[in-house]
């Protein structure tokens, strides 16, 4: 008896994690942000301790529910404020600019020189002479752009405004400055809260609206 009880237990287990896991999205397990790791972790914890107790299972089940309604009004509000997506999630770091390092960044972040180059290897990036820009991901992953990469005529234009927030720091890192993007928002009769996402490309800047995400 007590072994179907427990095969009954994992069978229905398996299908409320499935259902959770769902629920909370369809990003991989190397995108996961903090706050997602976190419940995550806690969701198996919880889930081991429903199996382990005979007595109270379904009762060990009710924080598991909170934390997915938690995840669930935390990423809600994470899609509509980006300041509180910030704080919740961090935002991307430029680690290598134009072939220089960023330590003050790197310090930041806790972030070491072992740490660079074990991810620089990974991207089969032999030499720190070979990277134009690095930028440290907000799920720890490194983004690397080769000096060979403008020799090929690629570009990869950095966001300048990312839902309504202009991106100071790429801005500057492309020499443009706060008054050239004024003014061509200016042009454009549009402010910086009214674009979802702008880049820029060579003296251009392309915009896309929030209410032309909103359609």
């Avoid at 095969?7 to 706050?35: H, S």
């Avoid at 809600?76 to 919740?88: E, H, P, V």
């Avoid at 009769?189 to 032309?212: H, M, P, Q, T």
């Amino acid at each position: 008896m007590d072994l179907f009880i427990i095969i009954m237990k994992t069978f229905f287990i398996y299908f409320i994690v499935a259902v959770i896991f769902r629920i909370m999205g369809k990003r991989e397990v190397g995108q996961l942000g903090t706050f997602d790791l976190v419940v995550f972790i806690l969701i198996a914890e919880l889930v081991a301790m429903a199996l382990e107790d005979k007595n109270a299972f379904f009762f060990n089940l009710i924080p598991v529910v909170i934390l997915v309604v938690l995840q669930i009004l935390i990423s809600r509000i994470s899609l509509k404020n980006t300041k509180f997506r910030r704080f919740i999630d961090g935002k991307p770091v430029v680690i290598i600019k134009k072939g220089i390092i960023n330590f003050k960044n790197m310090v930041e972040q806790r972030y070491t020189l072992d740490d660079l180059l074990l991810q620089l290897r990974e991207k089969d990036v032999r030499s720190i002479d070979e990277v134009d820009y690095a930028i440290l991901e907000i799920n720890g992953k490194l983004s690397v752009f080769k000096k060979d990469d403008l020799k090929d005529k690629r570009i990869y234009p950095l966001p300048i405004i990312l839902d309504g927030e202009v991106q100071f720091d790429n801005l500057y890192s492309i020499n443009k400055t706060k008054k050239w993007l004024l003014n061509v928002l200016l042009e454009k009769n549009i402010s910086a809260e009214d674009v979802f996402y702008a880049f820029s490309k060579g003296n251009e800047l392309y915009i896309i609206k929030k209410s032309e995400i909103k359609k």
